[in-house]
């Protein structure tokens, strides 16, 4: 156990130095600290999430009675993938402060302190920090420890929720180096949209109706004949999936919608200020370009 969770604890947050390295040095690239920065902690969480996928699909896979068979890849990625939850936190704080240095230099103002820094991050990025931490302090001992070794095709759909991570942070980038308007964002944004509603959207209520093939109830009985635990846990990482996915879907309303109208209407004059009003499309946060 101890090796594993060493391995994770190592891997991703090597991975992140080495390629943030890499785009900073390697000629023809040499990217700033921020981009790489930036660049970096996407891939890595794109990485994250093709290997979470591609272990989900083989413990799905491989369970025929989704409550009793086990697969050793079930608890194993979950402790290689408990500390990159902690990482994550990093990384996502060092997004955030290479923005808010830019912002502050754009606006000549002072940069602001390490303590305003982290205060800032922790009110625009709560929902997501908090995500993290119980995914480290409920959920990793709940898959270890309260499962028992049951229901390991549960936990392998659940890993399958990562399947729309890459287009997550491909949003993001695309945002970020201001490339809302062409089509490889639309479609990505499209991409999104949908493996996002899936994956982890309808994943909770197909886990259920899954449960309720397997016991030979009605859907709607499920909640009644499942531990009180179950429907707590489920009611609990559901709730901002489906608000992160308002989000996505306004975002990607506005992104379509907006298209159109630009298209309608004619160019502005030379006199008239050339400011962008168009919000992000993608990405969990509608604030998402604010910093950029």
């Known amino acids: 156990m101890l090796s594993i969770l060493a391995a994770g604890s190592i891997f991703f947050p090597g991975l992140f130095l080495l390629s943030k390295r890499f785009l900073k040095h390697v000629p023809g690239i040499k990217w700033s600290e921020k981009d790489a920065v930036i660049i970096s902690s996407r891939l890595v969480s794109s990485v994250q999430a093709i290997m979470a996928s591609s272990a989900g699909y083989i413990i799905a896979c491989s369970c025929e009675d989704i409550i009793e068979d086990q697969h050793w890849l079930t608890s194993s ?85 990562e399947l729309s991570t890459p287009s997550v942070c491909l949003g993001k980038i695309l945002i970020q180096y201001k490339r809302q308007h062409t089509l490889l964002h639309k479609v990505n944004g499209a991409l999104m949209l949908v493996t996002f509603f899936i994956c982890r959207v309808l994943l909770f209520p197909y886990l259920y109706y899954a449960y309720g093939r397997y016991a030979s109830i009605p859907f709607y009985m499920v909640p009644l ?61 509608p604030r998402e370009t604010d910093s950029h």
């Open 77 to 161: 990625y979950i402790l290689f993938a408990v500390p990159y939850f902690v990482y994550d936190i990093y990384a996502m704080f060092l997004c955030y402060w290479y923005k808010l240095q830019v912002k502050d230099h754009e606006e000549e103002s002072e940069a602001k302190s390490m303590r305003s820094a982290i205060s800032g991050y922790l009110r625009r990025e709560f929902l997501m920090v908090l995500h993290h931490v119980v995914m480290v302090t409920v959920c990793f001992p709940v898959s270890v420890f309260w499962r028992q070794g049951k229901g390991d095709y549960f936990q392998g759909v659940m890993f399958l929720a």
């Open 225 to 285: 004949s499942v531990p009180w635990q179950c429907n707590a846990g489920a009611a609990l990482l559901m709730a901002p999936q489906v608000y992160w996915f308002s989000l996505i879907s306004r975002g990607a309303f506005r992104l379509f919608t907006g298209a159109s109208r630009h298209k309608a209407t004619p160019s502005s004059t030379d006199s008239e200020p050339k400011t962008s009003l168009r919000p992000p499309a993608n990405g969990y946060s």
